[in-house]
């Protein structure tokens, strides 16, 4: 039974707020702890009839009383983000399909400032104290073993990942897992930056299937969510001229980078290409296997993805700003003053590049820069 379709909606909220609100009322209050109840009955088995019945009776009245909880978005990173996840699929009990794939996350707020320069972010990413200091915690959850075992353990090192793309700004974040590359040895260190024997891999190197994989993802709030924004924020369309639907590389890079640290974790797969994929396989799909076939290639063959994702572009359109960039790494007084400040934000190259693509200019090019030089920042 799909959701009713309220005609006058709340303006955009906080689910946390949302809530909040709710709560103030008994009635609200009593219909939203039931459908907790429901949820945590879900979570154990697939609801009964009469169950699922009485509870979508209760998610509607629910609805009908405090439609603002419908409307509601989240914030990715902000501090109260698991609880707000928690509260937004509450009231999506038993989502469709369709929602399934719509973001909860409010991007009307999106921050313009993406990713700096991505041939110069891992080297910020050193002399800001906090993201080197998050980027060794992470290192060391992923390749530290449980005692007695050669294994490390998957779910510390996927915690610690999120934490250091959460609570780094995303200049240097997103910098670091999407440096251009132009030789296989650059390659191998930008595919190993989420240290993937741990965070990518099975322990036993052993590929599940990927709609279990999936599934296991939607039984968890958070990677539920991640997933859905991927799959809204990375629709490949040919008619626009960024490949997405929603015309926006910046808005997929974000989604990709927000499945990592999940079980739906993505990396690139060679040394020698910016192709990514997710560990799995639709080996015993059975009757779904081109369901499973089309979740595979939302990241093998996904020109909105892969045109997010091609740094060698980023690095072609933006050589002014790479020349900026190697005339600060030689400048003896170029490094910040106060380790525990990030260097100062440049403009992002995928905003400018969204611009640029929708008005269908280029920038200028100096030819005495080549685009070789971006190997020489590893």
Known sequence: KPLAIFPFLAPVTDCVEAHRVCST???????YRGLELCAVDASVAPLGEQEASECLERQDALLAK??????????????KE??????????????????LEISPYDDSMIDSRMASLCLKAAQDCGLYEKCGALRSDYVF????????????NQYKCHRALRRFLERVPEEYSLGVLFCPCTNTLCGERRRKTIVPSCSYQDAESLQPNCLHQQSFCRRDDLCRSRLADFLS???????TASGCLK????????????????????????NNSADVSLWCNCEGSGNQWQECLRLQ?????????????????????????LRNSISWMGSPGSLPSDPTQPPAPRPSPLVQKDKLLNSNRLPELNNDVSISSCSHFK
Not at 25 to 31: F, G, I, R, V, Y
Request: hydrophobic share 30%.
């Open 233 to 239: 924020n990375c629709q490949p369309s040919h008619l």
């Open 141 to 152: 959850s992923c390749t530290k073993p449980i005692p007695n075992t050669s294994r490390c």
């Open 25 to 31: 009322d008994p009635q609200c209050e009593a219909l």
């Open 82 to 99: 698991e609880r707000c996840l928690r509260i937004y699929w509450r009231v999506r009990l038993l989502p469709g399909k369709e929602e």
């Open 247 to 270: 015309d926006s590389t910046g808005l997929c890079l974000r989604a990709y980078a927000g499945l990592i640290g999940t079980i739906m974790t993505p990396n690139y797969i060679s």
């Open 297 to 321: 290639r939302l990241f093998t063959h996904n020109s909105c993805l892969r045109e997010s994702a091609l740094c060698a572009d980023c690095c072609s359109l933006f050589i002014p700003d």
């Open 66 to 79: 405090h439609p603002s909880l419908l409307a509601c978005k989240c914030q990715r990173g902000f501090r």
